[in-house]
Every structure is written in C-alpha cells, then in structure tokens.
C-alpha cells in the first residue's frame, strides 16, 4: 500500500483551508473541536497539525472566519461606485453586500453568533462587530477621526446588528423582506442625525447660563 505524500504545509499555510473546510461541518457541530478535526481529516493533516494551525481552538477558527468575510467585504466594496452615492446609499450598499457574499453560509453564521454570544466570548464579539462597521465605514469614505468616528461605527452596528439577525430568520423570496427592513432602519437613523443636527443649530443661537446670569449682573450689557 503506497504511504500518502506528505503535506509541506507549515501551520500558517493549513489555516485558511482548514476553517474553509471546516465550515462544511459547522452546520452540524458548530464551531467546535469535532468540527475542527473533522475540517483537518477533510484536508488531509493530522489533528496535531490542525492545533499547531489554532492553538486556541475552534475559536480561533471563526476568529478567521470572521477576519477573512471583512477582506472579501472589503475587496467587494472596493469594486463598487461608492463616491457617486449619497451616504446613506453607501452604507446601505455596504450592509446589503455584507449579507449578499454571506448568502450560502446562513447557518454558519447562525452557528458563529450562537458562539460569540457566550460571555467568554463577547470580547471578541465585540471586536469582529466593530472591525465590520469600520470596513464600511471606509469604504463609504469616512475620514473622521474625532468622536464622530465612534459614534458612527456604535450607530452602524446597532443597524447592521438587528438588519443581520432578521436577515438570518427572512424566507421572503431574495429576501425582499431583509432589504425593506434595511431601508427602515436607514431612515430611521437618517432621521434622527437631522433632529440632532437641526437641535446643535438651534442651540447655537440659544443663550447660555453664563450669558444669561450675565445680563443679570450687568442689564444693560
């Protein structure tokens, strides 16, 4: 019986074909360590050479999942006329295209947040959310970098985060429902940028409490 050619892989190398492996097992055992041996027997290495690959498990797995979906967004997004958009389509754009390259993997995805919504894991939950929204962020060409930098990727991610769980659970036909949900809560953001932009206009010609208790001190000034 001839000895199977030996795989010159180094560990790094074994990453991205084991967690692209992999996926076709999470479906049915999660992202866990059955999944991530079953991944290194799909690709032909040992379960050593897939624990040198990720020393940190199964987590360390989706942590790439996560990581590769942001460069394929990002590579998307890069392809598309953004500039010639308004802000809001930008964005719009980018969430939807988000989903869109995820379509096939809903019950990975699935699978994914069922493990990042583990309290050992909501730091890293945290991380991957936040890294998504500035991937969109950028691409819809936001170079702030004042505290309007935050406060868009915390407002991005309250959206992306509801529009992907409803996405997860849309069985209307090429998820026209998704998408409808998407442009409400867009407007509703939209909406709600111009009351705080229209009350920073208003208060700019307010008087203030140190001009008002000054006319008290000095009426005629």
Known sequence: MAEKPKDDRTPEELRLPLMEAMTDHVAFDGWTEKALANAAEDVGVSREMAELAFPRGAIEALELH???????????????DL??????????????????????????????????????????????????????WRAAG????????????????????????????????????????????????MAIEKAKFQMRKACENAPTLSSFLGRLRYPGA
Not at 72 to 79: F, G, I, N, P
Not at 99 to 123: C, D, F, Y
Not at 149 to 166: C, D, G, I, N, P
């Open 142 to 189: 936001d170079t702030s970098t004042d505290h309007n930098w935050y406060t868009k990727r915390a407002t991005l991610a309250a959206v992306y985060s509801s529009v992907l769980l409803y996405w997860l659970n849309d069985e209307s036909e090429d998820c026209a429902d998704t998408w409808a949900f998407l442009d409400r809560r867009i407007e509703n953001v």
């Open 66 to 80: 996560l990581e590769d979906a942001d460069r394929v967004l990002a590579a998307a997004l890069a392809e598309r």
């Open 83 to 136: 500039a010639s958009m308004k802000i809001r389509d930008r964005i719009t754009v980018a969430v939807r295209t988000r989903l869109e390259l995820n379509m096939s993997e809903r019950e990975v995805i699935k699978r994914g947040l069922a493990t990042l919504a583990l309290p050992q894991h909501m730091a890293l939950a945290s991380k991957a959310l936040w890294r998504t929204c500035d991937v969109m």
